[in-house]
């Protein structure tokens, strides 16, 4: 999980910062199923070790949705 | 129904603007400048006899049958070699030209046995019909003289013969090998008296000689005959239908007699194949019939357990049952299923329409995950659209050809001869390809340039071609300022500019050198019209989706797209890859590429099929093996998918597969993934039923039914019976109510009805108001997502790498005669030329192994061990091994990892490090495939209660 989601990272590392954040969220967002996204979201809250900065950020931007989405 | 003979023109068509009239036994003809009379006088209704012309080849001119005589011109020249012009008078019939037909025959037959009423070839031999046409009536010379009568026969083919002393040395066939296929394998040996054709030192089989069966058609006599035809006799009626085997789409008529195939004939009014065909299409098409066919449903309570023979009813309440079961217990997101490529689109809907209607999640996915998944993903964000760009025909007009990651030859031979065809006349040839495939140099054809890449780089070798284009000014300005976002352009210009991306500063990585890098490039950007065409070498990478999009760069960079003779173009795998992904088999999106998360586009099949549908994506395959190791996903559907052979990382695959309780495999055999099933259905082969594919240019054609499905129904029919079963209703009473559905709910294919593709013959979506009739060549004008996006593609190495432990790269392919897991080619007489996968290494590699030429050796890599015999090869580099994943013993994914592409999941089969090293004995997990293979096929007789090991076969 952490390797996929790095290498999504590393693919839109090539933009700049704000628009790669964008891009690795709407990845996940599109493509992974609920119960991936689920996994990913709570290795984050435990720390998110080994995580590239991107997915990192990506991953709290995709928890502050589902978030409001809930709200 | 009748048996369909299309009409012979004698030569090619032309296709000239100016138009000549002239006038044939007093008939005024007008056809295009370049015409020969033969053609113009067949098209005025008059055909000429003739032996060796026939229109798929250029006139030859040698059997002196169709001469004619032409007002003012001296003698009477052959009307194949003479062109139509305006204001010609031609006579094809007069006491003269009767006199010299009939002698021509005479000498023909004086050397030719007289068996016609015992002869294969009764009712349906050019040589006959000539004899009864020139009103052959006696031969003066008599039979007694040095004649060919004793010449050899050559069986040696396993799907043809070679009667030598039937050949009347009309060149047919040899120019077929030549013009047709490209292969060269025939040539006419000896002079004068002594001439005869001959496929090599030796025979058929042992020959250079490809069994596209090109030469069988094109023999106009018995000498060159099928064995089905030897065996079975002259066929009574045709059905037309399109080939189940890879992405080319090939049209065959279905030869019958009765409800028995006699033999497969390639359609000339095919617009995929127009007339030709390959080894697998032409012949290994007896799978069908084959003993191991499974003809009753089955089921079992344990994996382990013998299978029991049930009625269709039992088999399909068991599992709706099953399903219902699970869901009821682990949750409505606990079972999903997998449909193929294999399937045809109204079968392929209708799984995706079951998962996501019946079940009531989106956890279906589709064997095109496992290949050309990062094609729709790179297609669609660089151009708007997830196909390829052009037609077949569109290669015409290719000025440079760029292969990359594709063996056209062995995977897709129908077009691969299109195109050495188009090479032949004059167009340049790159390929990017870490083999030396038979492209690089065959008969007549040569690469301009060979860039044999390490596997694992071609993301930096298109960036550094890029690179060359950007930094020496060889950029269409023009194209990319008109049709492309000019902020992305700019943003990736600065990116593929820096230095690090040039040739130079890639080679030490990608081996390719840095000069043919340049020159490759600079070739593709002012060559012409440059196409690209690729295939698994590009896609199954964890950079596959990135090299897509690398590719669609370098394409509108060069303004290559738009227009005839250019374009990004996949060479798909199988026969539906391009079908099975627009009928929303995939996860994320419905039927024409629309997000599960668009409220328009889900509303639109929510009222359509009365049903609430969820907003978010469901699980790709290997999500979902990952999940059935985790314990949460427990069912699943399969039709006409081995994933147990075809999936990386087989141990894992087969341990998702044995954690589940109820799976369902939809099949024609007892495949590998059979042996962790529960409930077996037994599917229909092509034969059996009607439906459409779409093959890898966008092309709807037509599947028809031949002969009924030998276990009693249809796929679509098992789909239905299964969602009905769930208690989800659904009640087609034909496919083309299915397709009329897709139409209704997909914009792409709104115009497309059986209707339509019935008179047209076939379709290229777009299908619709704005294409009534389809669009051969997309993006004409503009892209359909607006401007042309180009993506950054930085080159991301992966992450596996060579070791001291695992210090060569194995590569994986396919091979001419075998096709994906092998679970129809191998079950025929295509075995002759394959009959196991071998593994391919350097002389280099195995002298320092201690390896000959067929040794057994172990491959290893972290994931797992096989082991195969070697072929010592300089086909490959020093440091590569390759090998194909045809049968089921050889295990090639039991060494392939879960490696995949970022994007799309899908794996990285391109690049496993390995090791290899000679073997004694088999591997622990043949062994145990052994074992399970013999479980597997074991069948409860309902008769006798006994237990048949091995009656399904293996």
Redo the contacts between chains.
Sequence with gaps: MV??AN??A??F???PHDEAVAGVTD?L????????REQIVAYVAQGGQGLHELAFEAVKRLQSGAAAAVK | MALIQEIDYGTPARMAETLVTLEIDGRPVTVPRGTSVMRAAVDAGIPVPKLCATDNMEAFGSCRLCLVEIEGRRGTPASCTTLAEPGMQVRTQTPRIARLRRGVMELYISDHPLDCLTCAANGDCELQDMAGVVGLREVRYGYEGKNHLQAPKDESNPYFTFEASKCIVCSRCVRACEEVQGTFALTIQGRGFDSKVASGPTNFLDSECVSCGACVQACPTATLMDKTVIAKGQPEHSVVTTCAYCGVGCAFKAEMQGGEVVRMMPYKDGKANHGHSCVKGRFAWGYATHKDRITKPMIRAKITDAWREVTWEEAINYAAGEFKRIQAKYGR?SVGGITSSRCTNEETYLVQKLIRAAFGN??VDTCARVCHSPTGYGLKTTFGTSAGTQDFDSVDDSDVIMVIGANPTDAHPVFASRMKKRLREGAHLIVVDPRRIDLVKSPHVHADYHLPLLPGANVAVINAMAHVIVTEGLVDEGFVRERCDAEAFE?WRK?IAEERNSPEATEPFTAVPAADLRAAARLFATGGNGAIYYGLGVTEH??G??MVMGMANLAMLTGNLGKRGVGVNPLRGQNNVQGACDMGSF??EFSGYR?V?DEGARKLFQDAWQVPLQD?????IS?MLD?ACEG?FKGMYIEGEDIVQSDPNTQHVTAGMGAMECVVVQDLFLNETASYAHVFFPGSSFLEKDGTFTNAERRISRVRKAIPPVAGMADWEITQALSNALGYPMNYRHPSEIMAEIARLTPSFAGVTYEKIDELGSIQWPCNAQAPEGTPVMHIGGFVRGKGRFM???F?PT?ERTTGRFPLILTTGRILTQYNVGAQTARTQNNVWHAEDLLEIHPFDAENRGIREGDRVSLTSRAGETTLHARISERVQPGVVYTTFHHGFTGANVVTTEF?D????CPEYKVTAVQVSLARKMSEWQEHYLETRKQTTQIESALSGQILTGAAGD
């Design positions: 390797h996929r290498q999504i590393l693919f590392a090539g933009y990845h967002k599109k493509f992974w199923e609920r119960r991936m | 997101d989106n956890n943003q990116f964890s950079q989706s990135t996860p994320h997000h998360s978010e994506p469901g699980l790709r999500n999940a949460t950054i593609t930085e991301v992450e995949e970022w994007a799309t999941g």
